[in-house]
């Protein structure tokens, strides 16, 4: 049988030992003191463990970083590389392009003729240029001076020419001015090729 007596305090408890009880029994003033003081050592652990954290993970962006720029030095010469082989091949096929059905005014055939022509100074005479039958007309059209400058020049229509080109036979062999002639020369030029 259970025994049980109910006992009446003229006073709040403050506190009880029970036989056989484990530990030490609080009230609520004293557990509530206990409850905030293991608050503020969480707070405290979990700010120390945030703290450290941070400074971990500061030493790896370090390290990171440290890691990255080792490496972007150690890729700037083989990029650099890359770059300046790619560079010539690049500037020739934009000027291939530019140049593709290129048609140059009348001044400027003027311009490309006369070039042709005084490479091969001091000779003059006996000398035939090729043109495009549309550079033909733009330049009887125009009749530049220079012209006077080379007694007995024949002018002379080449289909195979494009606007824009020009050849020029002397007794010495053919002055080669075409464009796809220039773009090959420069691009030996820039790739020394």
């Keep these: 049988m ?6 009446a305090f003229d006073r709040p408890l403050t506190g009880a030992v ?3 009880g484990r530990g030490r029994h609080c009230n609520e003033g004293e557990l509530s003191e ?4 293991a608050y503020r050592r969480g707070v405290d652990a979990t700010r120390a463990s945030a703290d450290q ?16 720029f080792k490496k972007l030095a150690q890729l700037e010469p083989v990029l650099l590389n890359e770059i300046r082989e790619a560079l010539p091949g690049l500037a020739v ?3 291939r392009r530019l140049l593709a059905g290129y048609e140059p005014p ?3 055939i003027a311009r490309l003729c006369q070039e042709s022509l005084e490479q091969l100074y001091p000779e003059r005479e006996g000398l035939e240029i090729s043109l495009n039958e549309r550079d033909v007309e733009l330049l009887n059209t125009l009749n530049p001076a220079w ?3 080379y007694p007995q020049l024949r002018i002379r229509t080449d289909a195979a020419l494009t606007p824009g080109d020009c050849q020029v036979r002397s007794r010495f062999g053919l002055t080669d001015a075409r464009q796809e002639t220039k773009l090959a020369a420069l691009s030996h030029h820039l790739t020394g090729a």
């Design 93 to 95: 096929e934009i000027g």
């Design 53 to 68: 954290q941070m400074v971990e993970f500061r030493h790896d962006m370090e390290q990171l970083g440290d890691g990255v």
């Design 147 to 149: 012209l006077k400058l």
């Design 34 to 37: 206990l409850t905030e003081a």
């Design 18 to 20: 029970l036989p056989g």
């Design 106 to 108: 009348p001044e400027v």
């Design 2 to 7: 259970t025994y049980a007596k109910l006992i």
